[in-house]
């Protein structure tokens, strides 16, 4: 154990990398998401396939493709570089990875939100005159929001998993799987202990984060 | 793809009259463009042309940054290996094989294992229940890859704990990445099963009871049986998630389709051609397996049966939010029940 704790410093900046991309990706995922729901459930037939072409298509590609893509394609051979240290661009690259993947199940989420919304309610906005726009700001999303609360957690909870992809190769951001497998390289630090306390780590992360989305999507359910 | 064929009213919105189409046209014409905006960046970024139009904008009406460059991605040099048959069946299958056989072998134990800890999980005994439901929680709340780490790392910790020599016994990338998906795809599967079989009907067991069965053939003959046909689905789609997840196997060095893709990229230079062909695949397997288990769920509607619905986010499967999700499948676009 002493290993373990000696290392600490190494584990807490796993971490930090950790939460730093799971919460600028969810922030960026979800905003995605918004969009490509709001596209395809619009009446523009065009905007309609877009969305529903980007979502089939990354939703069922494999996250370390996706990341791959990302690290080889975008910044070796695109030459995409969003800043000028190794750490945080290859961070960046990460974000947009990981949003452009989950931004996918979001939409997934909300449009099944959007689906649970009684068929009169929107027909009595749109005969009370309400615009699409305004039919969604106004009656839809609310409604539509309050009951995705739940799914949304779980994609929030998978999108920190998910983080550990990060360090594939040509990416190799330091979260905390990363020095994890760092560590058991090394070969010094015991497996076992080293080993339940990164998950000790990842399950205060999500452990709450279940609970408070199970609690609010219970709190804030809209009675019908 | 199905938002393609829908001709029915949706239900957000209007057939749209003659304003209302003119606005959604102008609509169109705006996507249009900006898809084929980020799609020309694109193409001219992986064509090595992006740079001759970032120095004269007015290159872009001209044709040369818009032909395929020798060094661009787009050349059909690059594009060329992938129609020599050796490369598909000397790179790709083997691949596409390690692949599907990580695949199969994990769905296989991770059936076995969702059923015995999903089993475990309605025992009458409340430290089996306990057992089971710690371990489904933990294997279901770690990331998928620390697992895949550990057990490459097992020989070590064996070292360390019990003095096993070195050398005793291996582990492959391949047993790592099929022990990684048998634990983290059991427990999924796990509460999969737990919910199909609560969904059988209380008279079921009751009836068996009174019959003079055991606790076990109750579970045997009557309502794992009758469960199975509502967890079909489920399984299909836990199906789709461990195979995107047996490209994790890419990280620790296992050979399947991913790494043989990122060989051939590596090979012949051709990065770009590789990823979007190596994502079509998994593309086409993928849908294939989705419209499968969306068929499986529909027949089981047709026939009156609930579906065990337990994954809607790509790990994680329902904090709470399943009631909710279940209730979508019964939109007005679906036919009605019995």
């Known amino acids: 154990m002493e290993a373990f704790l000696a290392n600490f410093n190494v584990v807490i900046d796993g971490f930090s990398w950790t939460i730093r991309l799971t919460a600028i990706s969810a922030v960026f995922s979800f905003a995605l998401g918004i969009v490509l729901t709001a596209m395809r459930v619009s009446p523009v037939p065009l905007l309609r396939l877009m969305a529903s072409v980007y979502v089939e298509a990354v939703r069922n590609t494999p996250l370390t493709l996706v990341l791959l893509f990302c690290g080889l394609g975008l910044n070796s051979a695109l030459g995409l570089s969003f800043a000028e240290s190794v750490e945080w661009n290859v961070y960046w690259l990460a974000v947009l990875g990981l949003s452009a993947y989950t931004a996918c199940f979001v939409s997934e989420a909300l449009r099944s939100g959007v689906n649970t919304i009684p068929f009169g309610q929107i027909e009595a906005a749109r005969s009370l005159g309400l615009t699409f726009m305004q039919n969604m700001r106004l009656i839809v999303l609310p409604q539509a929001l309050r009951s995705v609360i739940g799914p949304l957690g779980s994609v929030l909870i998978a999108l ?18 990363r020095e994890m497998k760092l560590m058991f390289d090394q070969g010094v630090v015991p497996v076992l202990p080293t080993f339940i306390g990164f998950a000790i780590g990842f399950l205060v992360l999500c452990l709450p984060m279940g609970w408070i989305f199970g609690t609010l999507s219970k709190r804030m359910a809209v009675a019908r | 793809m199905s938002v393609l064929k829908t001709k029915e009213p949706s239900r957000l919105f209007d057939a749209p009259g003659p304003k209302a189409a003119a606005r959604q046209r102008v609509y169109s014409v705006f996507a249009a463009l900006a ?8 193409y001219l970024g992986f064509n090595r042309t992006w740079e001759v139009v970032r120095a004269d904008p007015g290159a872009l009406l001209g044709g040369d940054v818009w032909r395929p460059a020798e060094d661009g991605q787009w050349t059909a040099d690059k594009w060329e290996p992938f129609l020599d048959p050796t490369l598909w069946t000397g790179m790709v299958l083997p691949g596409m094989v390690q692949t599907l056989t990580a695949a199969g072998i994990s769905i296989v134990l991770a059936i076995v294992f969702g059923l015995v800890f999903g089993i475990g999980r309605l025992s009458d005994h409340a430290w089996i ?11 279901r709340g770690i990331p998928l890859l620390m697992l895949i780490f550990f057990t490459l790392a097992a020989p070590l910790a064996a070292n360390q704990l019990f003095g096993v020599p070195f050398g005793t016994f291996l582990v492959t990338p391949l047993t790592a990445v099929v022990v990684g998906l048998t634990l983290y795809n059991g427990s999924v599967l796990a509460e999969v099963f737990r919910a199909g079989i609560n969904s059988v009907p209380k ?4 009836a068996a009871y009174s019959l003079g069965m055991g606790k076990t053939q109750v579970m045997g003959l009557i309502l794992v049986p009758q469960a199975i046909s509502s967890m079909m689905p489920a399984i299909v789609a836990q199906l789709v998630v461990l195979l995107k997840d047996s490209a994790l196997g890419y990280i620790v060095a296992f050979p399947e389709m991913l790494r043989s893709f990122s060989l051939i990229g590596t090979r012949f230079q051709n990065v770009i051609p590789a990823a979007i062909i190596c994502a079509l695949i998994y593309i086409v397997i993928n849908v294939s397996l989705s419209r499968l288990a969306i068929w499986l769920e529909r027949r089981n509607a047709r026939r009156g049966k609930v579906s065990a619905k337990a994954t809607v986010a790509p790990g994680v499967p329902g904090v709470a939010p399943t009631d909710v999700v279940a209730d979508t499948t019964a939109t007005p676009e679906d036919p009605p029940k019995g």
């Not at chain 1, 920190?160 to 799987?177: F, I, M, P, W």
């Not at chain 2, 008279?203 to 009751?206: L, T």
């Open chain 2, 35 to 42: 898809a084929a905006v980020l799609l020309a960046w694109v």
């Open chain 1, 160 to 177: 920190t998993k998910n983080t550990t992809v990060a360090s594939v190769a040509g990416l190799g951001v330091q979260e905390a799987s």
């Open chain 2, 129 to 139: 229940r306990w057992v089971c439901g710690t371990v489904v929680e933990f294997f």
């Open chain 2, 203 to 206: 008279g079921q067991s009751e």
